[in-house]
């Protein structure tokens, strides 16, 4: 940084971590743009806002690569749009969100980008982008022109065919070898549909429902009914080289899967969300047990352990994210029949919120929890997101790069209460009551300030789209 270089925002004495190591030292800021990272007083005093972060964890801004802001789905649309799911972001610490473009039925997937543009623009105080999901064989034309744009990754969905979007295994080889030929990524939802519909007919009685109301949620799907969808994905990967990225991985033995097929050398890579870090099916027994039906739905301690060993000592799983869907008590209420006077858990809208608890839930139970470092921390939900979505500016504090910040009071806790702590739209929290750390004492978006004193600020949206190229990743 060249001498007498005017400073926006200077943070002076924090403990600055990457994903490489961490220092005590100062951050500068100039518009947009982190100018200068060094030890403290590198840059000295002056700039127009100083920042003190003595005792103060100080992190680059996460990227939740799974969202999904004002999504019609399961015959509702979730609540929370892009300026209600930017501020649960900020509050979270998170200063990106990747949402998944999914066409309407004969909706092309330009259309859709255009429709996701309308929705995001100016409403968001992060940067945002999105997944094209392929709900149709047209949509394979559009691929080159996506990734042209800077959208480099889609999506495809082996489940969900009452909505139109589940693709089958001629359609996921088909897009795998598109992959590897535009240099583009495909995520897959895996979940057995054909198995899974066998399972759900067979307990879609009005006795049963009367009976195990929301348990038929988890007693329909198994563990085998994404294993085996992994797997299955994981062999078209295998034949046609294209590169795979398993979302929202819930199960144990998803991560043996994903273990072994990497050991071989298969590009493929997965998530796990935040909730298959904390709940197990047991959230079914609860009077308001369906209010917890997502999709991959929680599993068991056992997968909990298994998923956290990953984080803790292996590469099978790389990013953490939330799959945030949120719908309120009463849209979730849409699974009631009154004339019958029971629940019909195949009609609950499905999806849990979760942005503002992401990086909480992971500094808790994963920091605080002695289970990974700061430093994995950032790894997880900073700088694999950016290297792996392929954002060349995000994911690290360092010259050059997007100036999004993140302070976090290591020694604070506070109970997660809806719209309260809380800056989700959803009236409930799968989280609530739970006293977590983590929550954003600052966070800057591309230099602007939106969360102060943990208080979101009125900070205007500035968060913009941001176009994306991938690049080389291993796990
Ligand atoms: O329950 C969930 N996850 N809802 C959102 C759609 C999806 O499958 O990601
Ligand atoms: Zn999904
Ligand atoms: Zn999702």
Redesign the pocket.
């Known amino acids: 940084m060249a001498p007498g270089t005017t400073i926006d925002i200077l943070i002076q004495g924090g403990t600055i971590h990457n994903a490489s190591g961490s220092f005590v030292g100062d951050i500068a800021i100039r518009g947009e743009a982190i100018i200068g990272v060094g030890a403290p007083n590198a840059f000295g005093s002056a700039a127009a806002k100083t920042i003190d972060a003595r005792g103060l964890e100080v992190i680059p801004g996460c990227i939740d690569v ?1 969202v ?1 802001l004002a ?1 019609p ?1 399961c015959g509702t649309v ?1 609540c929370d749009d892009f300026h209600h799911g930017s501020r649960a972001a900020v509050n979270g610490g998170v200063t990106t969100v990747v949402d ?1 473009a999914i066409p309407a039925r004969g909706q092309t997937l330009a259309a859709a980008h255009d429709a996701w543009m309308a929705k995001a623009q100016g409403n968001s105080l992060v940067d945002f982008t999105w997944h094209m999901a392929v709900t149709s064989d047209a949509h394979l034309r559009e691929v080159p022109d996506m990734v042209k744009r800077g959208l480099p990754t889609f999506k495809e ?1 082996m ?2 065919e009452s909505e139109g979007w589940n693709s089958d295994d001629a359609r996921l080889y088909a897009t795998l070898e598109l992959m590897r030929a535009n240099n583009a990524m495909l995520l897959v ?1 895996a979940e057995s549909s054909r198995v899974l519909d066998l399972l759900i007919a067979r307990h879609h009685t009005p006795e049963l429902m009367r009976r195990h109301g929301a348990k038929l949620h988890p007693t329909t799907r198994p563990n085998f009914i994404e294993a085996e969808a992994i797997e299955r994905a994981v062999h078209w990967c295998e034949k046609t080289g294209g590169r795979l990225y398993i ?2 991985m819930s199960t144990g033995e998803g991560a043996d899967i994903i273990k072994t097929a990497q050991s071989r050398g298969v590009p493929v890579l997965a998530e796990t969300c935040a909730q298959y870090l904390v709940l197990d099916d047991s959230v079914f027994n609860r009077p308001d047990g369906h209010l917890f ?4 739905q929680v599993k068991k301690q056992e997968d909990i352990d298994r998923l956290w060993a990953a984080l803790r000592d292996g590469r099978e799983v790389s990013i953490v994210s939330t ?1 945030t ?1 949120s719908f309120t008590r009463e849209q979730k209420a849409m699974w009631w029949n009154r004339e019958g006077n029971f629940g019909d858990w195949t009609a609950i809208p ?3 919120p979760g942005l503002d608890t992401l990086i909480p839930i992971v500094f808790t139970r994963g920091v605080r929890g002695g289970q990974i470092t700061m430093n994995r921390l950032v790894e997880l939900c900073a700088l694999h997101p950016a290297r792996v979505m392929g954002f060349d500016k995000k994911g690290e504090i360092a010259p050059g790069m997007d100036a999004d910040v993140v302070l976090i009071d290591p020694k604070r806790t506070i109970e997660a209460k809806p719209r309260v702590t809380l800056q989700s739209m959803c009236d409930w929290s799968p989280y609530e009551g739970m006293k977590l750390g983590g929550f954003a004492h600052t966070t800057i978006a591309r230099g602007n300030i939106v969360v102060q004193n943990h208080q979101v600020t009125d900070a205007q949206p500035r968060g913009r789209f941001v176009e994306r190229r991938l690049g080389e990743f291993r796990p």
């Open positions: 799974h999904h999504l789905f979730s998944f969905f489940i969900y939802h979302v929202h039906a997502c999709c991959p799959d869907c499905m999806g849990l």
